[in-house]
């Protein structure tokens, strides 16, 4: 009996050192950058068909009203804002300017981000001013600088105004009695905005593709590793799971054309080391996206990737890297969902 | 050989004869209005598959350069004006606001018209100031509360720096040794517009389904014809034929909430008689695209009727009589092109 519980320790003992043993040559390999693959598929991660959200789970129908309401410009203060202003799927949900323009052309802050693999971010936007899409969705309507709307109650009036809403919100929202509500309004843009994955050449490299991705794509994406661009941008969206400082080593304002400087987190927390800092933003589509930064302040891709290797690692990234580089991104370039493009008809007032 | 040819003539003169009978009863049936398909027909007309035209011959890579350039914000000075800003199809291609809102919030002259099927009118926009859509989007990309653009080459300027438009450009004017200029931007946006048609119910009605009407919908349709509306209001896009004074028994300020009082076509030709005068709008697609007359003054359908009754035909429209309209109208409302919704992906500029 004795025998049998050493004898059964010992070979448990066995499995764990050849485990370890295992892991550490999987670790060595990866870390030698001999398998590249290998290496991306621990830091990066293929992307689910949705982000999925406990607190607002996705159905068809609310898919379907958060479509439409993407759209809708007559709940703005002035009737020219819609979600889809500063978020068209033309330009993969950004707009091309440098700061966003809202209702009555008023600025905002800051450059409109893509609501493209948007919704599994630690927070939407640049500061950590809203917590998730749906809170964005929500905040969007009253702010003085996007819809402009003086009330949560004035948006709902709208709405409600707008005859052929009721049976879109009744049908998301079943057991809602007032169905229409900003709340039920960002849950079904949120539910929609969860929706919006974009599969890239990138996602089939990490599949196992070896042929997904050029040579060229792929030594950017090792420089990308090695140079230490993945300390922030990793993960699954490349991007979105931390705040960190822009302009590490050196202010980001030395570089950019940055019109005045931006102290980021702190203007939320006003915490003294949250001075410059802003949420990493998602890299996926960041081909086509500019201008770049929280400030749109630079217009090309080389450019932006030449300053974040000054700013943010110390180091003066050679024009050849930079072009791997900048092809690695340009891979991350990927599909907008088929029903997310087709733009639909908003109900009809009457 | 004479007797031949007086019996011939004999003939002749018979089927003329018959002829006339025959069509004198037939115009006598449909005037006394028992046979209302008969009458529509006579009046209106069937939808083509595509509004032709020899000076701009629609191809398939024209249109899709068109609709690539319709959603095409970077051209414009401030960044934030395409065509689809004032023209979104979710809204039936108008934008719902009384006076469309250009670059840095510019107000226009007027209410933004529909671009569905809109190129085959005596003249693009109200005032008869553009002579097809061709011209339209060709004066838009330079109008100062549009577009904004200081001059056609600083536009051929922005164009020519969005890398991805050439190959575009080749491919639908191949013949063309530097085919990017604003006359090409005009041709193609213009050969996107002449697809854009949008068959409804009462198209389905004219050609013969009885039953493609409600009997509200062709009451309406009646009162419509015996009113007099189809005295300016007829053809195939039941408007968009000629110009005609708005307020010919009353002054249309007097009943609706115009804030200024627009001088119409005057303003382009100076002629006294052209004072208050506009373009017949087209009144396909009407009940979806409020708010109504060249100054987007009244917001409801069922008032905008009322008022045409009171200025245009001086007849106070009874209620009843007044829904009935309003239905017919509705019957007008038709579908959108599938592939037109479709949203296209705009070229990258690197």
Redesign the interface.
């Known amino acids: 009996m004795l025998n049998t519980k050493v004898k059964n320790r010992h070979s448990i003992n066995m499995v764990v050192v050849i485990s370890i043993l295992f892991f550490a040559c999987a670790l060595l390999g990866s870390n030698g950058s001999e398998d590249l693959l290998n290496q991306a598929k621990q830091i990066f991660g293929q992307l689910p068909k949705a982000m999925v959200s406990e607190k607002n789970p996705i159905t068809p129908e609310k898919v379907k009203l958060g479509k439409t309401l993407f ?1 809708e ?2 709940i703005s203060i ?3 804002v819609s979600c889809s202003k500063c978020h ?5 949900a950004a ?3 440098r700061k966003a ?1 809202g209702n ?2 008023k600025l905002n802050p800051r450059n409109s981000p893509s609501i493209l693999n948007a919704a599994d971010q630690i927070s939407a936007h640049w500061i950590g001013n809203r917590t998730d899409v749906e809170d964005q969705a929500k905040q969007s309507v009253i702010g003085p600088p996007s819809f402009g709307m003086p009330s949560y109650a004035e948006v709902e009036k709208k709405l409600k105004e707008i005859k052929g809403y009721a049976p879109l919100f009744k049908e998301a929202f079943p057991a809602d009695n007032d169905p229409i509500t900003v709340d039920n309004f960002a849950k079904a843009v949120g539910a929609f905005e969860r929706t919006l994955i974009t599969p890239s050449s990138f996602d089939k490299f990490l599949a196992g593709d070896d042929k997904a991705l050029t040579e060229q794509e792929k030594g950017g994406l090792k420089t990308f590793i090695e140079m230490g661009c993945t300390a922030c941008h990793s993960g699954t969206y490349i991007g979105g799971q931390m705040y960190q400082k822009f302009g590490l080593i050196e202010p980001y304002e030395k570089y950019t054309k940055s019109e005045v400087v931006d102290e980021g987190r702190f203007v939320v927390t006003k915490n003294e080391s949250d001075k410059y800092v802003f949420k990493v933003p998602v890299l996926r589509n960041v ?2 996206t ?1 201008p770049y930064f929280h400030d749109g302040s630079v217009d ?2 080389a450019t932006a990737v030449w300053i974040m290797g000054k700013v943010q690692l110390g180091k003066d990234i050679p024009k050849e890297e930079i072009g791997n580089i900048r092809a690695f991104l340009r891979s991350l370039t990927g599909e ?1 969902p088929e029903d997310a ?6 109900p ?3």
Chains 1, 2 share one sequence.
């Open positions: 759209y410009t007559r002035d009737g020219t068209p799927f033309s330009l993969y707009d091309g300017l323009i009555q052309c081909a086509r500019p090309d891709l907008i493009l087709k733009i639909p008809i908003l009809s007032i009457e």
